[in-house]
């Protein structure tokens, strides 16, 4: 069965990081291409960032370029997004997906200034 | 900055078909913008039906599918059921920027 299942949301300060982790099971990771994507509360979604398989190719959304950080560990079978200088706009529900096809269920940041 | 539009709501009857499109802001969308649609409702993450323009995933319901239409990606459901009520996402891929970019949604209400 396949799941991806984002953790590390919580709430934050204006100006502070934090890290999401999505672990994924059930389909080889390391070929996957896999997205964040997030979507602020009653609104519509946004993507964030992209990677490839062995991690060489990343590419970010200008709203988040320069602040947010996609990585992978295929050892472990884990996506990451670190976050750093947090801002009231980028409270949101995070979610996974690989390739845009398979979604995890989500990691809500809330970030108060 | 790219934007990506789709009608913000639509009404269909049960039975019936509609036709939800997505339209890019540089021109015509081509098969190179590789569309995706996907649906959400409430409370629940997105569920992808179509990708690249066309291609249905195995778990798509065979009343859903994907084409070009005029310059625009489309989304056509025939024989529209009840638990279609959902809001309907797009996505084109812009290869020189190296950047997805969604549409606002369409709100599909079955009525």
């Known amino acids: 069965e396949v799941q991806l299942v984002e953790s590390g949301g919580g709430l934050v300060q204006s100006g502070e990081s934090l890290r999401l982790s999505c672990a994924v099971s059930g389909f080889t990771f390391s070929n996957s291409w896999m997205h964040w994507v997030r979507q602020t509360p009653g609104k519509g979604l946004t993507w964030i960032s992209y990677?490839?398989?062995?991690?060489?190719?990343?590419s970010y959304a200008d709203s988040v370029k320069g602040r947010f950080t996609i990585s992978r560990d295929n050892a472990k079978n884990t996506l990451y997004l670190q976050m750093n200088s947090l801002r009231a706009e980028d409270t949101a529900v995070y979610y996974c997906?690989?390739?845009?096809?398979?979604w995890g269920h989500g990691a809500l940041v809330t970030v108060s200034s | 900055q790219t934007v990506v539009t789709q009608e913000p709501s639509l009404t269909v009857s049960p039975g019936g078909t509609v036709t939800l499109t997505c339209t890019s802001s540089t021109g015509a969308v081509t098969s190179g913008y590789s569309a995706i649609w996907l649906q959400q409702k409430p409370g629940q993450p997105p569920r992808a039906l179509i990708h690249s323009t066309n291609n249905k995933h195995t778990w798509t319901p065979a009343r859903f599918s994907g084409s070009l239409l005029g310059g625009k990606a489309a989304l056509t459901l025939s024989g529209v059921q009840p638990e279609d009520e959902a809001d309907y996402y797009c996505?084109?891929?812009?290869?020189?920027?190296?950047?997805?970019?969604f549409g606002g949604g369409t709100k599909l209400t079955v009525l």
């Open positions: 990677i490839n398989g062995d991690g060489s190719i990343t």
């Open positions: 997906a690989n390739s845009l096809a398979l």
């Open positions: 996505m084109l891929y812009y290869s020189a920027a190296q950047v997805w970019v």
